[in-house]
C-alpha cells in the first residue's frame, strides 16, 4: 500500500464567536438581570449552556478548598434525569468572578433545587436563555455575533490568555481529549510557548553547576571560501 504509514494533518478549525476582554463587562451590563448572573457565571466556569441550565446546588461543594462545581457523569431526582455530555464527570474550581456570580444567584433564586433558575427541576432547553442572548448581543453590538455558546469560548480564550495551558482548558471546559481543545484553541497558545525559549535561554546564561559545563555556547558554523578557511 503506497500510502501506508502516510499521515494528513487535519486542519485547524475556526474558532467561533466570543466576547474580547474588553467586550465582557458591556455585554453582561445589556443583559436583562437574570440573564447578566448566568452570562457571568458562564463566562467564569465555561459551563456549556445545557450544564448551565441542569447545574444543581448539590454539585457544589468546598472540597479542594475553594467553592467548587463537580460536574457529575450522572445524575437523577424526581422527574428529571441527567448525563453530562461524552459520559466526562469533571471539577470546576470557581475564580473569585465564578464566586460572586453564585452568590449572586443564591439571592436571585433562593430555596430551589438549581443554581440559575428558580424552575424545580432541569429545564427541557435553553431557548429563552438565547434570546436574552440575542436581546443583549443587539444592544451591546460586540464585534462578533456572540451567542450562548460564545460565552463558554470567550472563558477558554480568557483562561488561555492568562496563561493557563491549554491542557488545563481542555479538562476544565470537558473535552474528550486535548486534541480538540488544539483543534479550536492551539491559535491562543502561541505567545505562552514562545515563552517557553525563555527558560532555556535563562538556563544557557548559567552553564555551570560545580564546574561542570552543561551546554556549550553555539557559535556560528565558519564560513570556507573555495582557497580555504577565512
Known sequence: NPAEGVIIA???RKIGPYLLAHEIAPFVAACSDDMAI???FIIA???RAGEAVALRWSWVSDGIGRPTIRIPEYDSGP???WKTKGHCARAIPLSKAAQAALTAARERWPGGPCVLHSEPRALAGSGTWARSIRKAREKAQPSQPIDTQGL???AATRWLAAGVTIYDVSRLLGHSSVTVTERYYAGFCDH???GVMDTVDAAAQAPTIG???LLPPLLPRQRRSAKGTK
Do not use: D, I, K, N
Request: glycine letters at 14%; charged letters at 30%; proline letters at 5%.
Open 10 to 12: 487535519r486542519p485547524r
Open 38 to 40: 448566568r452570562a457571568a
Open 211 to 213: 564546574g561542570s559545563v
Open 192 to 194: 505562552a510557548w514562545a
Open 152 to 154: 463558554r469560548r470567550t
Open 79 to 81: 422527574g428529571w434525569e
Open 45 to 47: 466556569t465555561g459551563l
